[in-house]
């Protein structure tokens, strides 16, 4: 009873809400020039897909080639994000301040959520595909920062950031990608500006190209660059990592 | 004499038990408190809320791990095989015996920290060396039913404890109900199970500066936690408390697997060969090693990662990353030193307080 009071409750506020918005949007709003636009305070959803080029990724049964014509397969992809941040319109950001472990194989914090995201008018998001030098050393070890979850590096500084593996189907030979370090942290940033959204629960897609790590700005190569990247100072992770920088690209935004 | 005596006490006891009045078997169940060992790395595990450890459930599912009955001819129990004394483990067995000693194809695993495979390991393959099952509560049915092992069935499992003077009374206790099913006999074993935790090895310790490291035992924890020994990408890193990663992997035991693992369970060809990666503590009561028990000895384990590992399409990276230098190469004063490490993993309280 009691229960079935306090929905209809809800039902009520929103539907009142709703006409609210109403009044107050208007389609010639000088404000809305890019981007996303929110009328009132709202949950913002972003989801990741991943993918390779043009291909899909498929977890063992596919090969991928590189730019440096390297075949290899991928049989496990986990990384962190953090620090996702919007822009506004006036150039000032919201910084989220999460920490997400990302298991892409088993589908774990594929989509993430902010509440209360302020009314306002979007033209950027930006996050670390990685952990801040302040988290990486704290000992706070809670949540996604448990060790045992197998992303921190006892001998390094902090934790692994981000790791694939997956070996040359022909060869079999594996190879083991384990990238980190502070001074080793890819930070992205993405136009919203593309598109012009006004939408009561904005869900913004973004695509990540698992074939931007191997390019742009160098090629990375198995053969020359090694198999096992396990350090963060080896030249190899150097150029892995910044080739991260523009491996992701907001797809959709509804 | 004075044994007799005493069994004779307890025996009178019981008896007074039966005679009592009906509310003392009412369900009152008090909750049971999980002593963690301490040190921030020990998180709580999850509790299935449809399965609160409570101190009769746990001392009903003790019970049922030594009840003979749940075998076909009343021979065998869950301790049969899985021996305090030996971290729950078959006491050097490669195989263990199920009813008319027959043999299954794996080795009985040491069973403590369990509960913290159902909060790391975020598959729904958990349990058996092939992941076959999810969840405590199902794994539990698992050797009760097989052929090999206890080879009963549920129906005349629960018929023998219904018909038992004890049991009802303590399912009553335990769940509010002297109706027996398989369901509540799983709920009690899994309540046992969750409280063997163990974490007071030597390691433990001297984590704690209760003790020192010998020289030794530093260099081949050093060997443990870096690529040199490169045991740490499975076996979990030392902030970790579990010597595990609750996953699966192909550690390169053949270059075709006999026992295909946990492609039995999940069909991806890409599981061929791959086995639930067990904890380091306990080694030197767990003996022998691998899902088959192939290995007699630890510094067998040793010589196999360092030398004697296959390649295969489904090796893991981590170690076939190791075959260009034709191995780990680490020197016998190394492979020494790493013993010594993985030895003092053991928890000798653990095994004398499980009896």
New interface residues.
């Given amino acids: 009873m009691l229960g079935v009071g306090a929905l209809s409750l809800v039902l009520l506020y929103s539907s009142c809400k709703k006409t609210d918005s109403s009044t107050t949007t208007q389609t010639n709003d000088p404000s809305f020039v890019n981007g996303l636009y929110l009328t009132k305070a709202s949950n913002l959803q972003i989801n990741f897909t991943y993918g390779f080029g043009s291909d899909s990724l498929v977890?063992?049964?596919k090969n991928y080639i590189n730019a440096s014509n390297d075949t290899f397969d991928i049989?496990d992809l986990k990384h962190y994000f953090s620090n996702f941040a919007i822009q506004k319109a006036d150039s000032t950001w919201i910084y989220f301040q999460n920490i997400n472990l990302v298991?892409v194989k088993?589908g774990?914090n594929l989509t993430l959520n902010f509440p209360n995201i302020p009314a306002g008018n979007y033209s950027a998001i930006a996050f670390d595909l990685g952990l801040d030098k302040t988290h990486n050393s704290s000992m706070g070890?809670?949540g996604d920062l448990?060790?045992?979850?197998?992303m921190?590096?006892?001998?390094n500084t902090g934790y692994v950031f981000f790791r694939m593996?997956?070996?040359n189907?022909r060869t079999?030979?594996?190879?083991?990608l384990d990238l980190g370090g502070d001074n080793n942290l890819p930070h992205l940033v993405l136009s919203l500006a593309d598109f012009k959204v006004k939408s009561v629960m904005p869900q913004i897609g973004i695509h990540m190209d698992l074939n931007e790590i191997f390019q742009s700005p160098s090629n990375y190569s198995f053969v020359n660059d090694g198999?096992?990247i396990?350090s963060n100072t080896s030249p190899g992770a150097i150029k892995l990592a910044k080739n991260m920088e523009d491996m992701a690209k907001v797809v959709t935004l509804k | 004499m004075k044994l007799g005596n005493k069994v004779g006490l307890l025996l009178l006891v019981i008896a007074c038990k039966k005679d009592l009045p009906i509310e003392n078997t009412s369900y009152n169940p008090i909750p049971y408190q999980l002593q963690l060992p301490i040190g921030?790395?020990w998180?709580q595990f999850p509790i299935p809320s449809e399965n609160p450890l409570t101190v009769e459930g746990v001392s009903l599912g003790k019970l049922l791990f030594e009840e003979k009955m749940l075998s076909a001819n009343n021979a065998i129990s869950c301790k049969s095989c899985h021996q305090p004394a030996y971290a729950f483990s078959d006491g050097g067995k490669q195989f263990s015996e199920g009813i008319n000693q027959l043999k299954g194809n794996r080795n009985a695993p040491a069973l403590f920290n369990l509960g913290?495979t159902e909060?790391?390991n975020?598959?729904g393959h958990r349990f058996f060396w092939d992941g076959g099952k999810g969840s405590l509560e199902q794994q539990v049915i698992g050797p009760i039913v097989n052929p090999v092992e206890m080879a009963s069935n549920t129906k005349e499992v629960v018929n023998k404890l219904q018909n038992s003077p004890t049991y009802p009374r303590l399912f009553k206790k335990a769940f509010g109900t002297d109706s027996i099913t398989i369901g509540l006999v799983a709920k009690a074993i899994s309540q046992y199970e969750r409280t063997l935790i163990s974490g007071n090895s030597y390691y433990d310790k001297a984590e704690r500066r209760e003790r020192l490291r010998t020289p030794s035992e530093q260099n081949g924890m050093?060997i443990f936690?870096?690529?040199k020994g490169d045991c740490?990408?499975c076996h979990?890193?030392?902030?970790?408390?579990?010597f595990t990663?609750?996953?699966f992997h192909n550690n390169g035991l053949d270059e075709v697997s006999l026992d295909s693992g946990l492609f039995r369970v999940t069909g991806?060809?890409?599981d061929r060969g791959k086995f639930k990666t067990p904890s380091l503590r306990n080694l030197v009561f767990t003996a022998p090693y691998m899902h088959d028990g192939r290995f007699k000895t630890l510094w067998e384990v040793i010589e196999f990662y360092n030398s004697g590992f296959k390649?295969?399409?489904t090796?893991?990276?981590?170690?076939?990353?190791h075959?260009?230098n034709g191995g780990l190469n680490l020197t016998p004063i190394e492979k020494t030193d790493l013993y010594n490490f993985l030895v003092s993993l053991s928890d000798t309280d653990f095994v004398l307080k499980h009896k």
């Fill in positions: 977890f063992n049964d049989e298991d088993n774990r070890f809670e448990d060790p045992a979850w197998g921190y590096w006892t001998w593996m997956g070996r189907p079999q030979e594996g190879y083991s198999m096992a396990h | 921030r790395t998180t913290w909060l790391y975020i598959t050093i936690s870096t690529e740490f990408h979990g890193n030392l902030s970790s408390a579990f990663d609750f996953n991806l060809p890409a390649n295969s399409p090796l893991d990276p981590f170690i076939s990353k075959i260009p």
